[in-house]
């Protein structure tokens, strides 16, 4: 799976994506709000050499983990996800951007790569995320990128152990393939 976009790269993971992916993923910042992290150098070696290519090989395939590289510097500075709910034709996000890369629309341009790659190459019905109620950046792109509030969901997130809080509040997003298309077709772009 790859999908070029102004700026970016969404492509496959590889092992050779390393040193940029750890980067990132072993920064308590960057992964703040994330399920996972910091990561140990065993444990994004293990999902560039074991998962992410045994995900490519799943039949149907379910998950979707892709890099985020940029075009000018050919580095990788995060990764979107889709997980799939194949029988409701429909997929929930994730998305992490290294926290040195943020404020330059990176985030938003990825996004609409991956909802991209969603409703036209894949002929999805439904995208949604969650998000945590504090994660503001994020909760600006899923607005930038169409998606529709549709909630707060009290104490839906867990917490990493030894946080303060075991639980938090997270705000459901979506949104639906004729609503993506509609918004393509009126901001002329795909």
């Known amino acids: 799976m790859r999908k070029e976009t102004e700026s970016l790269v969404l492509r496959e993971f590889t092992p050779e994506d390393f040193e940029d992916v750890h980067a990132y993923a072993s920064d308590e910042e960057t992964v ?11 444990q994004t070696r293990d999902y560039l050499e074991r998962k992410c290519p045994e995900e490519r090989t799943e039949e149907p ?20 996800s889709m997980h799939m709910n194949w029988r409701r034709d429909d997929a929930i996000l994730g998305a992490v951007l290294n926290r040195h890369e943020t404020g330059h629309g990176f985030m938003t341009e990825a996004m609409r790569g991956i909802l991209s790659i969603a409703f036209d190459d894949l002929g999805l019905h439904r995208i949604h995320a969650v998000c945590d109620v504090e994660n503001l950046p994020m909760l600006r792109v899923l607005d930038k990128c169409g998606l529709r509030n549709e909630g707060r969901m009290v104490r839906r997130g867990k917490s990493r152990p030894g946080a303060a809080q075991p639980y938090f509040d997270q705000f459901g997003y979506a949104i639906l393939r004729e609503e993506w298309q509609r918004m393509t077709r009126q901001e002329g772009t795909t």
């Not at 703040?32 to 065993?42: L, S, V």
């Not at 890099?67 to 580095?75: L, V």
Request: hydrophobic share 35%; proline share 3%; net charge positive.
């Open 32 to 42: 703040h709000h994330m399920a996972f992290g910091p990561n140990t150098e065993a």
């Open 61 to 80: 395939r379910m998950h979707y983990n892709l890099a985020i590289q940029r075009k000018d510097t050919g580095r990788v500075i995060g990764g979107i």
